[in-house]
């Protein structure tokens, strides 16, 4: 079936510093790819979505592409703040229109 | 601006009570649906539903049922409740027709059930 791969958190970085968060997939068709940020005590928020190959979606400097190719949807900001300590879960959406989650990846950001 | 609103944030149960969690969305979305979060897993897919009255089953409906009597209500139900349900709930909803491939799915801020 259709399934999605995080790498393993915590990922623990310092303020400023570079993110990458790798995700890949395995889905029938051609699904569109969603990030979903999960900040402390609270449900999901979408953070960014692509809906076909090459797409780049952006949101609060965060990027990612949709590479068919090699069914990945990294995840990466320039610079990490703070605020940004979160869980963040990569979600392409399978056939029947439903989000197929992964364990998520922990984000943890020091001053 | 949009909102799913689930009814509790914090619930305490006792072991073999019957369990309802609702939620209610405000964007006249046909698809709703109930996961399940738990530390390592991930989110689970309980049910979903794709139209009033209508429901299916996710990955581990095993001890759950939905009702769903209006569009914009849809209830989780645990017929009688057990300790390895304490978690935490989470309900989405998604608009469907056309535009259902490409549109997000909006997540309420969920309910952590302990079940003692």
């Known amino acids: 079936g259709d399934s999605v791969t995080q790498m393993e958190g915590p990922v623990t970085l310092s303020e400023e510093a570079f993110l990458t968060i790798n995700c890949t997939y395995t889905?029938?068709?051609?699904?569109?790819l969603f990030w979903y940020v999960q900040y402390p005590g609270e449900g999901l928020q979408l953070l960014l979505k692509?809906?076909?190959?090459?797409d780049k979606g952006s949101n609060k400097g965060f990027e990612a592409t949709y590479r068919k190719e090699t069914t990945s949807f990294h995840l990466e900001k320039g610079s990490v703040q703070v605020s940004d300590s979160a869980v963040y879960f990569c979600?392409?959406?399978?056939?029947?229109?439903?989000?197929?989650f992964g364990s998520g990846t922990r984000l943890l950001v020091r001053p | 601006d949009v909102k799913v609103t689930q009814s509790s944030r914090y619930l305490v149960k006792r072991t073999g009570e019957k369990v309802f969690l609702e939620c209610v969305q405000d964007?006249?979305?046909?698809?709703m649906f109930w996961y399940r979060q738990d530390p390592g897993l991930g989110l689970r897919l309980i049910y979903f539903s794709y139209d009033v009255k209508m429901k299916e089953k996710g990955d581990i409906p095993e001890g759950y049922s939905v009702s769903r009597e209006k569009k914009e209500r849809f209830s989780l139900i645990l017929e009688s409740a057990s300790t390895n349900q304490t978690s935490m709930y989470l309900c989405a909803s998604k608009a469907g027709g056309s535009g259902a491939r490409t549109t997000e799915a909006f997540f309420g801020q969920g309910t952590r059930l302990t079940v003692v």
């Open positions: 692509a809906t076909k190959a090459d």
């Open positions: 964007m006249d979305h046909e698809n």
């Open positions: 889905a029938t068709g051609y699904p569109s």
């Open positions: 979600a392409p959406m399978d056939s029947s229109y439903k989000l197929i």
